[in-house]
């Protein structure tokens, strides 16, 4: 069972473009989600988080909201450049361990 | 400060083989979780140490085990290797309840 889950293996966007990550959890008590990039032959690097006492966190270009009534959480990233270029993973954090999704390969096309 | 680090970077063994993995953290992180990528899927949460104790441990067989040493580093051991034991395994390495950091992985092929 995929307790979080992104539906969109890949996303296109033109440079400068807006990209819009989505991501739906099922599990009610999860209480703090993460965003992580990962570029081939590295690991995943933290991005971005947000605590369900929030709908809405910024950091630069990087925006996540969180909708809990529709277990909804997405990240916008304006403007999109070509080093966005990676897969995005998002995760829920519980009890110390994250539960990732299956992750989203974002491309930017200049 | 280096970051977390983990050998070997890659690694081909066959099936019913043991295998070790290993991981550095962070400085100043005592706290070690393993996951399994396998391709095309995200992270999978194998186990978690602090102060040598296996804390937690994820849906994994008991092939799947660990240790944690006094000076936090950690190895993932796994017998009896399997075809579906091929993934990339990342450490990720943390202070207590803090952001996790991962490395870079090791590439783990079975055949």
């Known amino acids: 069972d995929q307790q979080v889950k992104q539906n969109s293996p890949s996303l296109s966007v033109q440079e400068g473009r807006i990209s819009i990550l989505n991501c739906d959890y099922t599990?009610?008590?999860?209480?703090?989600f993460l965003w992580y990039k990962k570029y081939p032959a590295e690991g995943p690097t933290f991005l971005i988080s947000i605590s369900s006492i929030k709908d809405k966190n910024e950091d630069g270009r990087f925006t996540v909201f969180l909708n809990k009534s529709a277990k909804h959480l997405s990240l916008h990233i304006v403007p999109s450049q070509p080093g966005d270029s990676a897969v995005y993973f998002c995760a829920a954090l519980q009890g110390g361990k994250l539960i990732f999704g299956q992750g989203t390969e974002l491309s930017v096309k200049p | 400060d280096a970051g977390v680090t983990q050998s070997p970077t890659h690694l081909i063994k066959t099936r019913g083989q043991q295998v070790t993995l290993r991981c550095s953290p962070k400085?100043?992180?005592?706290?070690v979780s393993w996951y399994q990528q396998a391709l095309g899927q995200g992270p999978q949460f194998i186990f978690q140490?602090?102060?040598?104790?296996?804390?937690q441990r994820g849906n994994f067989p008991d092939r799947f085990s660990g240790h944690q040493f006094p000076n936090y580093s950690s190895e993932l051991n796994v017998n009896a290797l399997l075809l579906g034991d091929s993934a990339l395994y990342l450490c990720?390495?943390?202070?207590?309840?803090?952001?996790?950091?991962f490395g870079p992985g090791t590439r783990l092929t079975v055949t």
């Open positions: 990720a390495s943390s202070s207590t309840q803090g952001e996790q950091y």
């Open positions: 140490y602090y102060e040598e104790e296996e804390r």
């Open positions: 400085s100043g992180h005592d706290t």
């Open positions: 599990n009610s008590m999860f209480d703090y």
